[in-house]
């Protein structure tokens, strides 16, 4: 490579080359775009009376609007254009007095009548903003063009190609259900200044989003389903007052692991083509699970959509007074509520930090509203129910443990009927599904033993068993009662309360 031979490696993969990330970053200034897509929870599609349900069997969620039969009309999801207006109040937006939607025209084999219901040059929210935490505190402001309604495409299947990809396929199959799916596109302005903390900035962004979409009611936004897709778009240029760069676009990414190598890599293979005095392709391209991009097909700079007013639909012209009493009803945002909680529970900042990374923040606030302290309701989640996710290789929403039942533990701790070993059994017993912590604690016998002449006897026997370490206590050397709680606890299979325990030793001894 010409001017970078000892910067420049070759990718492990199809032989391309990349130039070190921290070189890259120093002689370029990269520059990013985020279109992200999420798929509203509405209970139907967007322009038809189909369900809009996650899982059904192959094309069983459709009408004849979701596939495009002649004659079929379509009719607008009025609560998808309210979920619409939240988003876009939520991103700071202006809303549009009047918009439209329009019709895309493009090849989809997934979608059967061959175009796209959209908006185009009328979105429903523009000009907004997005402030966005990075790990460390540091707070960049993402500026958002424009938020649109459309619908989803469907879902082909190709069969006989590596890894269900096309090449290589013999056949392809096409599931209409997700056809007509509402979604809205959030699309940034250029993100520029981010340096060489750009894969962070765009995964942190994305992050945000999906925050704001849950906190909202307007999506479940479980990426791995595809609820949030983010295409993401990088360029280089020499210098922040330089012209913008060529810029490529990686489709359809759909983690926040798989937006920041997406542009690492992209903004080490366009340095390194930069570099050699090549020119950098305008292109979609497709995220690999290698962190890897590969090239798509070539994009010009304006495509021809021949984007015209959907001549089925009427435009939509939200009154004031609706768009407002919406802003009225929007509830905290994360970011805030964040920063609430923090401060409630005593957090410090790498400790609220990993609750969030966790994705337990709602469960502890709802655990704490249930009646425990924010910090209880923490060590449970973050702690024994964490490594219980860990284990099932699932998350912590999915465990079988609601926020009600783990208040309802920490108070049978609190009011000394367990104790933390004994609180472990029964929340393993409440996994298990034997019913709520009351339930397993009488079925499983577990509640702790509070009869002080229950406990009296036990450690007189340890006590008897034990004439040298009596003799010790008595000589002063009080950390050998640790033997002795050591053993009533054994002898009562761990339900005494230690305390009580050292307290009745202690009493014994000095009689």
């Known amino acids: ?145 424009r938020a649109h309604m459309e619908e989803d495409a469907g879902k082909n299947t190709h069969v006989g190609g590596a890894d269900g990809r096309i090449e290589g396929a013999r056949y392809s199959l096409v599931d209409y259900n997700r056809a007509g799916v509402p979604l809205v596109e959030i699309v940034t302005r250029p993100i520029e200044g981010t ?81 050699s005095g090549g020119s950098v392709l305008q ?7 290698d962190g890897t991009t590969r090239p798509g097909r070539v994009k010009s700079d304006a495509d021809d959509y021949r984007y015209f007013p959907e001549p089925d639909l009427v435009p939509l012209a939200p009154s004031r007074e609706w768009v407002e009493q919406i802003r009225a009803s929007l509830p905290e945002m994360p970011v805030a509520k964040r920063r609430r909680l923090k401060a409630e529970w005593g957090l410090a900042d790498d400790e609220m930090r990993d609750v969030v990374n966790a994705g337990a923040l709602d469960l502890i606030e709802a655990t704490a509203s249930a009646g425990t302290s924010g910090q209880a309701a923490r060590k449970w989640w973050m702690g024994e129910l964490a490594r219980t996710a860990k284990e099932r290789e699932t998350s912590l929403e999915e465990l079988p443990v609601t926020p009600a039942q783990v208040a309802e533990l920490q108070g049978l701790v609190d009011a000394g009927t367990l104790t933390d070993k004994l609180a472990r059994q029964v929340l393993e017993g409440v996994l298990a599904g034997e019913g709520d912590p009351a339930e397993v604690v009488r079925a499983r016998g577990l509640e702790v033993v509070s009869d002080d002449s229950a406990l009296l006897a036990a450690v007189d026997e340890a006590l008897a068993a034990n004439p040298d370490v009596a003799d010790k206590i008595r000589g002063g050397k009080v950390q050998a009662a640790g033997a002795i709680v050591g053993a009533v606890m054994k002898a009562t299979k761990g339900q005494a309360d230690a305390r009580r325990v050292r307290e009745l030793v202690m009493e014994r001894v000095g009689s």
């Open 1 to 145: 490579m010409t001017g970078s031979a000892t910067s420049a490696t070759k990718s492990a993969t199809g032989g391309v080359e990349l130039m070190d990330y921290e070189e890259a970053v120093r002689r370029f200034d990269p520059v990013l775009g985020l279109e992200v897509h999420v798929e509203l929870g509405t209970a139907t599609k967007m322009f038809d009376a189909a369900p809009n349900t996650f899982g059904a069997g192959p094309n069983e969620m459709v009408t004849p609007t979701s596939v495009g039969l002649p004659g079929a009309l379509p009719v607008v999801n009025a609560t998808g254009v309210e979920y619409a207006v939240r988003i876009g109040l939520a991103l700071g937006c202006s809303i549009a007095e009047s918009c439209r939607f329009a019709r895309k025209n493009y090849f989809y084999p997934d979608l059967s009548k061959n175009f796209q219901t959209s908006q185009s040059d009328e979105p429903i929210a523009f000009d907004g903003a997005l402030e966005v935490e990075l790990e460390d505190g540091t707070v960049v402001t993402v500026p958002i063009e």
């Open 283 to 289: 292109e979609t391209r497709h995220g690999q699970a």
């Open 195 to 275: 340096g060489a903390r750009a894969p962070d900035v765009a995964a942190a962004y994305v992050r945000a989003l999906r925050d704001i979409f849950r906190a909202l009611g307007v999506s479940e936004a479980r990426m791995e389903r595809g609820h949030v897709r983010a295409d993401v778009n990088v360029s280089l240029r020499t210098g922040p007052d330089a012209p913008l760069g060529t810029r490529t676009e990686t489709k359809n990414v759909n983690t926040f692991r798989g937006i920041e190598q997406a542009v690492r890599y992209e903004i080490q293979r366009q340095a390194a083509v930069l570099a």
